[in-house]
């Protein structure tokens, strides 16, 4: 793949990230409490740290870990305030619309973006596919 194609995949990952991170911040300002800067440090790591990371072969493998660390504690997260925060009876249309399952959701696609981010760094470098295993 081109580097222009990674720099857009990189760019759509960062895109990703902020307007999570904004949403997070409109609806749970960290001024208000000290537990919501914690989502406010991952996203930090994902717009200022894990594009770097996905920009070499050698560190992509490392980014991706982060990545996917990053969605599994921002699912647990929404969910369990999801879940502490329920005050609706549980149909099918509050799961689905009056719940954090969308934001969730749109979070989990960091995961199969990251996994191409690393795919592609790693296919483009220099040497890529000669004895190495997928």
């Known amino acids: 793949m ?3 194609d990674v720099r857009m995949l990189i760019c ?10 904004m949403l997070h911040i409109r609806i749970h300002p ?8 914690l989502p406010v ?3 930090a790591v994902n717009i200022l740290l ?19 660390l990053t969605v599994i504690a921002g699912t647990i ?15 099918l249309y509050t799961v689905l619309f009056k719940s954090t399952l969308a934001d969730i ?10 996994y191409v981010l690393l795919r592609q760094v790693q296919g483009a470098a220099p ?8």
């Open 2 to 4: 081109p580097q222009k």
């Open 12 to 21: 759509a990952f960062v895109l990703l990230s902020v307007g999570g991170l």
């Open 30 to 37: 960290p001024a208000v409490s000290l537990f919501n800067c």
């Open 41 to 43: 440090a991952f996203g």
């Open 50 to 68: 894990l594009p770097f990371l996905f920009r070499r072969a050698e560190t992509a493998p490392l980014a991706f870990m982060l990545c996917c």
């Open 77 to 91: 997260g929404m969910a369990y305030f999801s879940i502490v925060e329920w005050k609706e009876p549980v149909t």
């Open 105 to 114: 959701i749109i979070l989990m696609a960091k995961v199969p973006l990251g």
């Open 127 to 134: 040497g890529a596919g000669r004895g190495q295993h997928a």
